[in-house]
C-alpha cells in the first residue's frame, strides 16, 4: 500500500497560481487511480479532481473545470494538481488519496470513501 505526502500549499493573491504534488512511496504508483480533495473549515471534504491509474482519463469538478489541471508522472511516482485563476473559494486544506485500480483500468472514483489511502493534507489560502 502507498504512503501519500503533499506538498506545495501556501498562500497566494486571488488570480494567482499553484502546483500541489503528491509523492507516495511503498506501493506501485502505477497501479493506483488518484484523486485531489479539499476541505474546507466547516464544510464536508468535497472531490476535486482525479486521474486513472495510467493518466489518460481525468474528471474535475465543476467548480475547477478550466482552472485546474491534474496529471500524474508514473516514472517519478508523484501526481500534482496545477491550481490557475485561484479563488479565494478555493481556500481549504488539499489532500490526496490513492485507491489500487490496476495500471489498465479506466476507472477514476470520485467519492472519498472509495479511496483507502490518504495524504496529510497541505493548506491552500487564497486571499481576495
Known amino acids: 500500500q502507498v504512503h501519500l505526502v503533499e506538498s506545495g500549499g501556501g498562500l497566494v493573491q486571488a488570480g494567482g497560481s499553484l502546483r500541489l504534488s503528491c509523492a507516495a512511496t511503498?506501493?506501485?504508483?502505477?497501479?493506483?487511480?488518484m484523486g485531489w480533495f479539499r476541505q474546507a473549515p466547516g464544510k464536508e471534504r468535497e472531490f476535486v479532481a482525479a486521474i486513472t491509474a495510467a493518466g489518460g482519463r481525468t474528471h474535475y469538478t465543476n467548480s475547477v473545470e478550466g482552472r485546474f489541471v491534474i496529471s500524474r508522472d508514473n516514472a517519478r511516482d508523484t501526481a500534482l494538481l496545477q491550481m490557475s485563476s485561484l479563488k479565494p473559494e478555493d481556500t481549504a486544506v488539499y489532500y490526496c488519496?490513492?485507491?489500487?485500480?490496476?495500471?489498465?483500468?479506466?476507472?477514476?472514483?470520485?467519492?472519498?470513501?472509495?479511496?483507502?489511502?490518504w495524504g496529510q493534507g497541505t493548506q491552500v489560502t487564497v486571499s481576495s
Open positions: 511503498g506501493g506501485t504508483f502505477s497501479s493506483y487511480a
Open positions: 488519496a490513492a485507491q489500487s485500480s490496476g495500471p489498465d483500468s479506466t476507472w477514476y472514483p470520485r467519492r472519498a470513501d472509495k479511496y483507502n489511502t
